[in-house]
């Protein structure tokens, strides 16, 4: 069955970095575009970067553009997201999720990012 495990998030201070993971297993991952989402408290799923099977192309939420980049290493069948410059409204559980603009149908439990001031 597909799994997915987020991890890498945490609490930083605005203007920081983090870099999340997400460790894939029980399907060709090489194969799947993935992409991350994100919910900020009280509100909906927000989409926030895909990127296709093989890497070559990716796309980014204009709320996050020159800041998030999206990457994914098929050998080890992980997707990254790099995240620089965050700021507080960036506050939010990530998830990754399997598929090009996914919009979470199948995604991992999330990983926790806190901005603060």
């Known amino acids: 069955q597909v799994q997915l495990v987020e991890s890498g998030g945490g609490l930083v201070q605005s203007g920081g970095s983090l870099r999340l993971s997400c460790a894939a297993s029980?399907?060709?991952?090489?194969?799947?575009?993935m992409t991350w989402i994100r919910q900020a408290p009280g509100k909906g799923l927000e989409w926030v970067s895909t990127?296709?099977?093989?890497?070559?192309?990716?796309s980014v939420a204009t709320s996050v553009e020159g800041r998030f980049t999206i990457s994914k290493d098929n050998t080890k069948n992980t997707l990254y997201l790099q995240m620089n410059n965050l700021k507080p409204d960036d506050t939010a559980l990530y998830y990754c999720?399997?598929?090009?603009?996914?919009?979470?149908?199948?995604r991992g439990q999330g990983t926790q990012v806190t901005v603060s001031i």
């Open positions: 999720a399997k598929g090009w603009l996914s919009k979470g149908a199948i």
């Open positions: 029980g399907f060709t991952f090489s194969s799947s575009g």
């Open positions: 990127i296709n099977a093989d890497g070559g192309a990716t």
